[in-house]
């Protein structure tokens, strides 16, 4: 029913602003409301219009964030076809692209910030205490929805994510914002674009705080235990536990070719959502610390034909713990005895990476446009520690030991370890005859501790019309082994240095087609196989535990339809439908998790004046459980959001209100080990938000 409640309004806000669009489109008052959307440079490194770049790219802007009331990048991510953003046991969030899904262990999906690796080395993916990102800073995001290791290397394994953030180009002047909401959220912020001399600055502060959604978890892992020991210590039913306190802050300096940008994002008191071990913890709390740079320069015409440009970065990076998380709460019984305070953990990790890049670009050649790449990673996780009140035993079962100490020397879950990578790639633009291109492009990685990889794409894109283009396309990507898979100490899970880089094959079919002056509309096919998938394997017997191996293996397929419409100059509709089947090899059954179906729309209407209400749908339906896991499919959901704002120009104020989850529905994504949460994870229900922005 609530579906039902869900689709039947969405509908009916569409027939509405239908109804009421009656006058001609007039694209320049179009490009002011949703900036500009028709080019891309994620796919090539060079700025080309959107439907014919060699690859199936999706581009979000500033004004599509406003329109859809994000707040948070995975908020904006949730409308890109083919994606879908579910959440981990600790509410971490995971991005299933085409059905490959990023799980709590890795990350199948590169990050980019500004075209730099996000990528933290413990488990390959954005960072284990990530907490959001908010988007009052960024200016567009850029995804590739399928490989890109051929360009981008490691981790672009079923998609790349290019967050782009505003220049003082883009923010100029100064601009102040409020906003509160649910949950006892709040958050301010300021930014800034303006010169200082001969330089371009802009900088972003906001400082923000959530006691975060509490939804309630019915039963967790350790109801289970508690059955089995005839124990009490399960806090379920009981709340989630999502809260956070953030700072986020960076500036960006522009002068002549160069650009020079630091950034710093702190994420503090950071509930651990159902419990870093699926038993429900009000105690423990995450911290994490990110501090970024990187100095640019680029010259698209150094001299007749040659352009260069190079990048330089640095990140700093740590997980830390405020206060010991409880990976079983107090009274917890296993057969080597009684936790009467609890099984604590406190893991730490500190990590320097330090990039190099290099690329040059040739257009001599009639035709052709080459670019040349190379580059230097220097990845170092330096330090790590390791306190808790128990120890493994050969069977990988806690022991009870007393009160926490450090056991960084006796049994730590990672030792220090540097990595190195060194790559070159080439790629070639050929436009072979007027209608006709050929992108080639090959990178050779070689790791110091995983070997070397080669991966190459092909792309032909034929405009067979002046509205009409048509897409062939195969890549390879790798996602290399994570610190956790390859140097973790823990006999439950033992990391494996001999793993090598999981790959991915994948052929697409694309039409792009500009059906009338107003209208959009594009389709996709695509086909994948993933081998050397790394899993935990268990070891012979009588040994005890697992260790990681490549031994998975996955195939899928599927199509996505996008479509935007210009109903009129006060009338956008937006909307796109996805459809993917993966099946695990080993088991010849669905590889789970990740949504069969999801369909999301979205109508912008622009009333007299400068308000504007927007109206936005998602629904997720057909979700499998993996083999092995018999709980029932996990429920489908559709959920209706509102967003009303103005849109005055400099020297005003503006508004603007979302209701999120607008008919309360009860959403949920699945719990992803077997029945630790019976139920799965709840998301949040009803909320509210309201800011408002002033500039000067």
Not at 323 to 331: D, S, T, V
Not at 399 to 425: A, F, K
Not at 459 to 484: E, I, M, N
Not at 625 to 630: H, K, P
């Amino acid at each position: 029913m609530d579906r039902v409640r869900g689709l039947v309004a969405a509908l009916t806000a569409l027939g509405a602003v239908c109804a009421y669009a009656q006058t001609p489109l007039e694209e320049e008052d179009l490009a002011l409301v949703y900036g500009e959307k028709n080019f891309v440079s994620i796919a090539t490194g060079n700025r080309q219009p959107l439907a014919k770049a060699p690859s199936v790219a999706t581009v979000i802007t500033a004004e599509d964030i406003a329109a859809m009331g994000a707040v948070d990048l995975d908020e904006a991510l949730e409308s890109v076809p083919g994606m879908h953003v579910s959440r981990s046991v600790y509410y971490g969030t995971m991005h299933s692209m085409r059905g490959i899904q990023s799980n709590p262990t890795d990350s199948r999906m590169l990050m980019l910030q500004n075209g730099v690796p996000m990528t933290t080395l413990y488990l390959g993916d954005k960072g284990q205490n990530w907490g959001g990102l908010p988007l009052e800073n960024v200016a567009r995001i850029e995804i590739i929805r399928g490989p890109g290791s051929a360009l981008y290397g490691a981790d672009a394994y079923s998609g790349v994510i290019n967050i782009i953030t505003k220049t003082a180009a883009d923010t100029p002047g100064t601009q102040a914002g409020l906003r509160a909401g649910s949950f006892n959220s709040r958050d301010a912020w300021v930014l800034h674009g303006g010169s200082l001399g001969p330089l371009a600055v802009s900088a972003y502060l906001r400082l923000g705080s959530s006691d975060g959604q509490s939804e309630t978890v019915k039963a967790d892992s350790q109801t289970a235990r508690d059955l089995r020991f005839g124990t009490h210590a399960s806090l379920a039913p009981g709340p989630v536990h999502t809260g956070y306190d953030a700072v986020d802050a960076s500036l960006d300096f522009a002068y002549e070719r160069w650009r020079l940008r630091a950034g710093y994002k702190l994420r503090d008191n950071l509930g651990v959502g159902a419990g870093v071990s699926a038993a429900l913890d009000p105690v423990g709390l995450f911290r994490s610390e990110r501090i970024s740079s990187d100095l640019s320069w680029a010259d698209p015409q150094i001299v007749q034909n040659w352009g260069l440009g190079f990048t330089a970065s640095a990140l700093y990076y740590s997980e830390t713990v405020d206060a010991n998380y409880q990976l079983l709460p107090p009274g917890t019984r296993l057969p080597t005895g009684l936790f009467p305070n609890g099984m604590i953990g406190d893991p730490e990790r500190y990590e320097r990476q330090l990039r190099l890049s290099g690329y040059a670009t040739y257009s001599g050649f009639k035709g052709h446009n080459l670019r040349f790449g190379m580059g230097h990673d220097d990845l170092d996780m330096y330090r790590t520690a390791t306190h808790k009140n128990y120890l493994l035993n050969a069977a990988g079962v806690p022991i009870p030991t007393g009160p926490v100490i450090d056991y960084s020397q006796i049994q730590p879950h990672l030792t220090p370890h540097q990595r190195t990578v060194d790559y070159v790639y080439v790629q070639d633009e050929w436009q072979f005859v007027p209608d006709w291109t050929l992108t080639a492009g090959l990178r050779h990685d070689r790791y110091s501790d995983v070997g070397p990889t080669t991966n190459p794409r092909l792309a032909l894109v034929w405009d067979v019309s002046l509205d009409f283009t048509a897409k062939l396309l195969y890549g390879q990507a790798f996602r290399a082994p994570s610190y956790a898979e390859q140097y973790g100490t823990n006999p439950v899970n033992t990391g494996n240095p001999n793993l090598r880089p999981e790959t991915n094959r994948t052929g697409e079919l694309a039409f792009s087609w500009q059906a009338r002056q107003d209208t959009q509309i594009n389709l996709n096919f695509f086909h994948y196989a993933l081998k050397n998938i790394i899993t935990s394997v268990p070891n012979p017997a009588p040994a005890p535990g697992a260790t990681f191996e490549n031994t998975g293996a996955q195939s899928g397929e599927g199509l996505e339809l996008e479509a935007v419409w210009d109903f009129s100059r006060n009338v956008r509709l937006v909307g796109n439908y996805s459809y993917q089947r993966a099946m695990d090899a080993a088991t010849h059954r669905d590889a789970g998790y990740a949504p069969h179906n999801h369909a999301y729309g979205r109508a912008d209407w622009r009333l007299a004046g400068s308000w504007l209400v927007s109206t936005q749908i998602n629904w997720v339906a057909d979700r499998k459980r993996t083999f092995g896991d018999n709980r029932p499919p996990v429920s489908d959901y559709t959920t209706v959001d509102m967003t009303v704002r103005t849109n005055r120009g400099a020297g005003q104020w503006n508004f603007a209100a979302s209701l999120r989850n607008l008919f309360d529905v009860d959403a949920r994504e699945p719990s992803v080990a077997p029945g630790v949460i019976p139920n799965d994870l709840p998301l949040a229900r009803r909320n509210l938000y309201v800011q408002g922005v002033y500039g000067f």
